[in-house]
């Protein structure tokens, strides 16, 4: 008779187990993550070669290679984020201009927006420019977020696509940023909404079901709240709270931008 060995997390300890899963949900979450950076190192490495190859346009050669550069060091940072919520690393917090690290995330997604004509608004009232946070966490947030947005998008027809991204300071006492990416794309019911945050949970046909919960995850370890919810005519506004920096610069306009 051939026997077989009980599954490796059935046979330890309750505590190995756990952390078990640790490992797996923190490998998944870093394959999830660095999707993206390292796309975008093929890409413009690709781009340097063909430069190279034809021995002409040594500027376009030196940008393509810069961007890999940069390409590369965000999957580095991406990793460690990832690390720091799994308890492993601590990443400092700072006052982090949100305004910034929007146009960042949204010169991430430019070709994707051209592509699918997207209009990208940005409101940011006075006030909510800055917020506690760590950088590249704060802007792996705003990537899940915009990137869901952009997703959605895509596959609309028949009418204008657009997101509009807002921040204001919140009601309460605690001074908080509320940040809303709203889009008209395809959207969900309340049900697919409602469980959105769980790992795995995808409508996606190529997802992993990771990015929103480690949005949930991010806010959680700022001490920030995240919901979704879904648009009464088209898509869907996904928003988050962060604390707002301590030493905020009293800015007395409001900020407003539009890409696409």
């Given at each position: 008779m051939?026997?077989?060995?009980?599954?490796?997390?059935?046979?330890?300890?309750?505590?190995?187990?756990?952390?078990?899963?640790?490992?797996?949900?923190?490998?998944?979450?870093?394959?999830?993550?660095?999707?993206?950076?390292?796309?975008?190192?093929?890409?413009?490495?690709?781009?340097?070669?063909?430069?190279?190859?034809?021995?002409?346009?040594?500027?376009q050669a030196h940008a393509a290679l810069c961007a890999v550069l940069e390409a590369s060091q965000r999957a580095s940072a991406i990793v460690k984020s990832v690390r720091a919520l799994a308890g492993q690393v601590r990443l400092e917090r700072t006052a982090c201009r949100l305004d910034a690290a929007i146009d960042d995330v949204l010169a991430e997604y430019a070709a994707d927006v051209r592509r699918h004509a997207i209009a990208c608004r940005v409101t940011v009232a006075p006030g909510a420019r800055t917020v506690a946070a760590?950088?590249?966490?704060?802007?792996?947030?705003?990537?899940?977020?915009?990137?869901?947005?952009?997703?959605?998008?895509?596959?609309?027809?028949?009418?204008?696509?657009?997101?509009?991204?807002?921040a204001r300071v919140g009601a309460g006492a605690g001074g908080e940023i509320v940040v809303t990416v709203r889009d008209n794309g395809t959207g969900m019911d309340a049900a697919t909404a409602a469980d959105a945050f769980d790992p795995l949970a995808t409508t996606k046909p190529h997802g992993m079901g990771l990015g929103l919960a480690i949005c949930r995850a991010i806010v959680d370890a700022h001490g920030g709240r995240l919901w979704l919810d879904a648009n009464p005519d088209h898509g869907a506004t996904a928003g988050f709270a962060l604390p707002r920096a301590a030493h905020a610069h009293p800015f007395t306009a409001s900020v407003e931008a539009v890409h696409g």
């Open positions: 051939t026997t077989h060995p009980p599954p490796l997390a059935a046979s330890l300890e309750p505590e190995r187990q756990a952390r078990l899963a640790t490992i797996g949900q923190l490998a998944a979450s870093i394959a999830h993550e660095v999707d993206q950076p390292l796309a975008a190192i093929v890409l413009h490495a690709h781009a340097a070669l063909r430069c190279i190859e034809r021995a002409q346009a040594p500027a760590s950088p590249v966490q704060l802007r792996q947030l705003l990537r899940n977020l915009i990137g869901n947005a952009v997703d959605a998008l895509s596959p609309v027809r028949g009418r204008s696509r657009s997101i509009a991204i807002r």
